[in-house]
C-alpha cells in the first residue's frame, strides 16, 4: 500500500483527530470513498477502545455509576450542606461537594479526550465534538459537571444521525435545561 501522499495526509488530517498508523493503513486499505462511507455510518456510542484504554475509562467513578444515581448523591450531599448551620463545618461540607463536582467534570473530560485519541469512530467523533461545541452549556454552573458526560455522549451517539433528533435530545437534557435555568428539577429527567 505504501506510505500516504501529502494530499491523502491533509485529508485524513482533516477528519480525524491526526494523522496515525492505524487510520493511515485503513485509508490506504479501504481507499477514500470507502472510507469515509465507513465512517458516515453511525455506530453505537460510545465505541469499542483499544483494551487498554477502556480499562482506564471503565475505573472512572462515571462509567460505573448511572448519571441519575450521581445526581440524587450529590443532590443529597448539596442539601446536607444546606442544612448545616453557618460555620467551619459548612464550609468543609461545601468543599467537599465542590470537590467531588470538580473530579467528575475531570473524569468526562479525561474520557472524552481518550475516546477521541482512540477511537475507530473519528469522523463521528469529530462531528460530536463539533455539536458539543454548538450545543454547548456552562460545566461550571450548579452540577454541569455531573452531567457533562452523559451530554457528551448523548451528542456524539447522534452527531451522524438527523438533525431533528439531535436538537431534540439537545432541548431536553438536563445539562441544557439546568444550563438556560428553565429546570431546577433538571436530575428528575435523567435515564435510570
Known amino acids: ?4 501522499s501529502a494530499d ?3 485529508w ?6 491526526g494523522v496515525n498508523d492505524s487510520a493511515a493503513a485503513e ?3 479501504q481507499g477514500r470513498e470507502r472510507w469515509v462511507h465507513e465512517q458516515l455510518q453511525a455506530a453505537p456510542w460510545p465505541p469499542r477502545l483499544p483494551e487498554p484504554v477502556q480499562n482506564k475509562l471503565l475505573q472512572l467513578t462515571i462509567s460505573q455509576v448511572p448519571v441519575a444515581e450521581l445526581a440524587r448523591r450529590l443532590e443529597a450531599q448539596r442539601k446536607a450542606v444546606d442544612d448545616k448551620p453557618e460555620g467551619e463545618a459548612r464550609t468543609a461540607a461545601r468543599q467537599a461537594l465542590q470537590q467531588e463536582t470538580a473530579r467528575l467534570g475531570r473524569e468526562a473530560a479525561t ?3 481518550w475516546r477521541s485519541l482512540y477511537s475507530p469512530r473519528q469522523l463521528q467523533d469529530q462531528m460530536g465534538w463539533f455539536w458539543l461545541n454548538h450545543f454547548n452549556v456552562h460545566g461550571q454552573k ?3 459537571r455531573m452531567l457533562m458526560a452523559d451530554y457528551d ?4 451517539e447522534l452527531a451522524l444521525g438527523r438533525f431533528r433528533d439531535l436538537l431534540g435530545a439537545v432541548v431536553f437534557h438536563p445539562a441544557m435545561l439546568r444550563d438556560l435555568d428553565n429546570d431546577q428539577n433538571a436530575a428528575r429527567r435523567l435515564p435510570e
Do not use: V
Request: a positive charge.
Open 1 to 4: 500500500a505504501g506510505p500516504l
Open 8 to 10: 491523502e495526509a491533509r
Open 12 to 17: 485524513l488530517n482533516r477528519l480525524t483527530w
Open 27 to 29: 485509508l490506504k486499505g
Open 111 to 113: 474520557r472524552q479526550i
Open 142 to 144: 450548579a452540577n454541569l
Open 153 to 156: 455522549d448523548r451528542l456524539h
